[in-house]
Structure formats: structure tokens, C-alpha cells
């Protein structure tokens, strides 16, 4: 069973993510606050949640730090509620696989899920992560 991390200090999102994983995979929820003191466990797949106010701080440092810890090949799915363009490019370019703006559709956030997972999958099958 696969092993998602997510990093977010909504709980509502936790609960819809855990929702939509279904028991699949394996929801681990970790605050932000866990991430700085590098208290998380190690997980086949991350999913990072970036609001507003997390984007105005720094929406580059928690990525590098997690593929730091993780590995670089580790997939990340980021939720960045009102990011610009621009937040965007950025997570893209430092590493982060994919991204969706809102989880207001549930099918499409599942699907995204699902893309990461198998991310994961092929990477371990053929890059040797």
C-alpha cells in the first residue's frame, strides 16, 4: 500500500483527501510545523497545500526541503489556492510533478492523486527511485 504524506494545516482538506483516497493508500497528515522539524515520516508520494498565506511566506522552501529529505525523484502534487501563474511555473520548475488550483471537484482531485501515484509507480519501476 502506497504511502501519501500530506502536508497541509487545513483539516478540512485532510478529511477530503481521505475521503477521496477511499483507504486505497495510506493518508498520512502532517502540519507544516512537522515539516520544519523534519518531523514526518517517509512516504512514496507527497501532497503539499499551499493558501495564500503560505504562498506570501515561501512556497519554494517546503518543497526543496521535502525533496531534500525524501529524495528528488519523490512525486509531489501541490494545491495552491490563488496562486498566480507565476507560483505556479515555480513549483513546476523546482520539482514538483503536478498541480491543481482548487479540490471544489472531487473526481478531478482524486484523478490528480491517482496521476501521482502512478508517477511514483514508474518511477520505481524504471528510474530505480
Avoid at 3 to 23: A, C, N, P, R, W
Avoid at 30 to 58: S, T, W
Wanted: glycine share 6%.
Amino acid at each position: 500500500m502506497e504511502k501519501i504524506l500530506l502536508f497541509s494545516d487545513d483539516e478540512k482538506l485532510f478529511e477530503i483527501t481521505k475521503q477521496v483516497t477511499e483507504g486505497k493508500q495510506e493518508l498520512i497528515w502532517g502540519n507544516y510545523q512537522c515539516l520544519e522539524a523534519n518531523g514526518y515520516p517517509f512516504a512514496d508520494v507527497v501532497i503539499m497545500h499551499f493558501d495564500e498565506d503560505k504562498i506570501r511566506k515561501d512556497i519554494l522552501q517546503p518543497i526543496i526541503k521535502v525533496k531534500g529529505r525524501l529524495g528528488h525523484l519523490t512525486p509531489i502534487l501541490a494545491v495552491i489556492e490563488n496562486g498566480s501563474m507565476q507560483d505556479i511555473f515555480s513549483v513546476l520548475k523546482i520539482g514538483v510533478y503536478d498541480y491543481i488550483e482548487t479540490i471544489d471537484d472531487l473526481e478531478k482531485y482524486q484523478k490528480k492523486i491517482q496521476d501521482i501515484i502512478l508517477w511514483d509507480w514508474y518511477l520505481k519501476k524504471y528510474k530505480g527511485g
